[in-house]
């Protein structure tokens, strides 16, 4: 099973990517974001708990967000690997993610690191805003702290895969199908 935690700074190209991971590999993607909506949206258990912390403007619970992760997985029994965006960005994160994945006998396999200078991002992220209208793009505040959250908060798990020799940096930075060559030489070397 071919299981990849793809990984980088708002803004660098991660759900773009992925989209071109998907086609390659037949991997299913896992993105947290998405896995919450999709729960509160459905009213399910663990999305009304999630949903709870929310509400009060507090992060959800490792746990909770194990378990939604979990039932997804176990959605796609005969998945030939995922692709985790979103997650993990803690190392305690981390390792509840090797926890789950040893239970279902397999392993993450690598991480793929998207690698993108803070200015590139700055751009890329008003842009984004502008084509999608996401508000959370467009202000420059928003955008310096959720720089600033990652490389303080989420950056450091870089260093849980490294440790593993699992890291695989790739430049973020050139046409989509560049970097797309990148990640895949980057996966292909690895298996």
């Given at each position: 099973m071919l299981n990849i935690v793809l990984f980088g700074p708002?803004?660098?190209?991660?759900?773009?990517?992925?989209e071109k991971?998907?086609?390659?590999?037949?991997?299913?993607?896992?993105?947290?974001?998405?896995i919450?909506?999709?729960?509160?949206?459905?009213?399910?258990?663990?999305?009304?708990?999630?949903k709870s912390?929310?509400?009060?403007?507090?992060?959800?619970?490792?746990?909770?967000?194990?378990?939604?992760?979990?039932q997804e997985v176990n959605?796609?029994?005969?998945?030939?690997?995922?692709?985790?965006?979103?997650?993990?960005?803690?190392?305690k994160q981390a390792e509840a993610l090797d926890t789950l994945l040893k239970e279902l006998n397999t392993e993450v396999t690598l991480m793929v690191s998207l690698e993108v200078e803070e200015n590139e991002l700055k751009q890329r992220l008003i842009k984004r805003a502008e084509l999608s209208g996401r508000s959370d793009d467009a202000d420059p505040k928003i955008i310096q702290n959720r720089i600033v959250v990652y490389q303080k908060e989420t950056a450091p798990v870089k260093e849980y895969?490294?440790?593993?020799?699992?890291?695989?940096?790739?430049?973020?930075?050139g046409s989509i199908d560049d970097i797309s060559s990148n990640i895949f030489k980057s996966i292909d070397n690895f298996l």
């Amino acid at each position: 099973m071919l299981n990849i935690v793809l990984f980088g700074p708002p803004g660098a190209g991660k759900g773009t990517q992925s989209e071109k991971m998907i086609e390659k590999y037949s991997l299913i993607h896992l993105s947290t974001g998405d896995i919450f909506r999709k729960n509160i949206k459905e009213e399910s258990e663990l999305g009304k708990l999630a949903k709870s912390y929310i509400d009060k403007g507090q992060l959800v619970p490792d746990e909770v967000t194990i378990n939604m992760l979990k039932q997804e997985v176990n959605n796609h029994s005969n998945a030939k690997g995922f692709i985790f965006d979103g997650f993990p960005r803690t190392n305690k994160q981390a390792e509840a993610l090797d926890t789950l994945l040893k239970e279902l006998n397999t392993e993450v396999t690598l991480m793929v690191s998207l690698e993108v200078e803070e200015n590139e991002l700055k751009q890329r992220l008003i842009k984004r805003a502008e084509l999608s209208g996401r508000s959370d793009d467009a202000d420059p505040k928003i955008i310096q702290n959720r720089i600033v959250v990652y490389q303080k908060e989420t950056a450091p798990v870089k260093e849980y895969y490294h440790n593993q020799g699992k890291l695989k940096s790739v430049d973020g930075i050139g046409s989509i199908d560049d970097i797309s060559s990148n990640i895949f030489k980057s996966i292909d070397n690895f298996l």
